[in-house]
């Protein structure tokens, strides 16, 4: 460290500040000057000796739900990267939203000395945040509000769930569609209760109705987690099909749910968008690849995923920040799923 130091022309506290992910207190003159010392020099600090002097490594831990979800993937590659230029790497792994894995993961990442863990989605037993808080882990939410984890001390990144279905339903009205369905799946977590409320208030401020939710009450023990939402989306995909008002349009939870509704669709006999309209939320890689093209909100993933980095690394310089809360609006993509009600389906 003293050879980085000299070669660098800096001190040896700027450097451990590098060493150790505390960018925020240097300049970028002096974060560039130590990064290239550090390449001259070929030095590779020990990690095992950092951990024996500060009692935490440069690790930050990801738990989400399955990565079988192409929107946390997405999610996962974002943060990764956002953490490596705050000089942190990420350890990822999936709860598959069962409350004994999620809580497992957490106790394992504490055990190796990580002190600050983003978790993607609601856990199934929030109280386990409290209780690590307790412990002095630091923790960034997606989706879940501080508010209603009734926990201080915790920060939280989202999209605006609200927004992104209310964005949806505006799209499809200025298409002339005026019924319009709503797919989503079990378990409600807070996500996508703030989803279907958007959903239904747009309904009402366009003087539309009623909703039609399809989904909510379908036994899905067959299509457990997440890598099964596509196959629960073609298994409801019917239900599109037999319900009264008959609508021309569907907005779904999120791409992958859609892919699968557009499937079932498919296998039915019905062309999208010729005879149905589909729009999903999350924008993943296969949105744009699809045959017709996805309609979808974007998440800001870039945007997202640096957030919440910062939240975390200025949490763990100081426990005793107030709470924060970041919240980002979609950017609808509007793609060939979408077209006006010219159908069959139209009188």
């Known amino acids: 460290m003293l ?32 990064r290239n010392s550090i390449k001259a020099l070929n030095y590779s600090p020990s990690a095992v000796a950092r951990q024996l002097k500060t009692g935490h490594t440069p690790m930050l831990g990801l738990l989400m739900p399955s990565i079988a979800n192409p929107y946390h993937a997405e999610l996962a590659l974002a943060l990764d990267a ?18 004994e894995c999620e809580r497992e993961f957490i106790e394992e990442l504490v055990s190796y000395g990580i002190r600050g863990i983003i978790v993607t989605s ?4 929030p109280s386990l945040i409290r209780e690590y808080v307790r412990r002095g882990i630091s923790f960034v ?41 709503y797919v989503t799946s079990p378990p409600l977590a807070a996500n996508r209760i703030a989803r279907r409320n958007g959903y239904v208030s747009a309904l009402e401020r ?48 999120n791409d992958i749910l859609a892919i699968g509704v557009f499937a079932g669709l498919h296998k039915l006999g019905w062309n999208v968008p010729a005879d149905f309209s589909l729009v999903g939320i999350d924008d993943i890689q296969l ?6 093209t996805l309609t979808t909100l974007r998440p800001d993933y870039a945007g997202m995923a640096e957030k919440a980095i910062s939240h975390l690394t200025s949490r763990l310089a100081d426990q005793s920040l107030p709470s924060r809360e970041s919240i980002f609006a979609p950017e609808l993509i509007a793609r060939e799923s979408s077209a006006p009600p010219t159908s069959r389906l139209v009188a």
């Open 122 to 125: 609601e856990l199934r037993d």
């Open 287 to 292: 949105a744009g690849l699809m045959v017709p």
């Open 3 to 34: 050879h980085v130091a000299k070669d660098a022309g800096v001190s040896i506290s700027s450097v451990s500040n590098y060493l150790n992910g505390r960018h925020n207190h240097l300049r970028d003159e002096t974060v560039e000057r130590i």
């Open 206 to 253: 366009h003087g539309l109705g009623p909703p039609l939710v399809i989904g909510e009450n379908v036994d899905h023990t067959a299509y457990q987690g997440d890598s099964g939402l596509a196959f629960f989306g073609q298994h409801v995909a019917s239900q599109l099909l037999g319900i009264q008002p008959q609508p021309t349009a569907a907005i779904a939870l």
């Open 141 to 181: 939410l997606f989706d879940l509000r501080t508010s209603e984890l009734r926990t201080d001390g915790v920060d939280m990144v989202s999209i605006d769930n609200t927004l992104s279905t209310s964005m949806a339903v505006d799209h499809l009205v200025s298409l002339g569609h005026k019924t319009i369905a």
């Open 82 to 99: 956002a953490a490596k230029k705050n000089g942190y790497r990420t350890v990822l792994g999936n709860g598959h939203r069962d409350a």
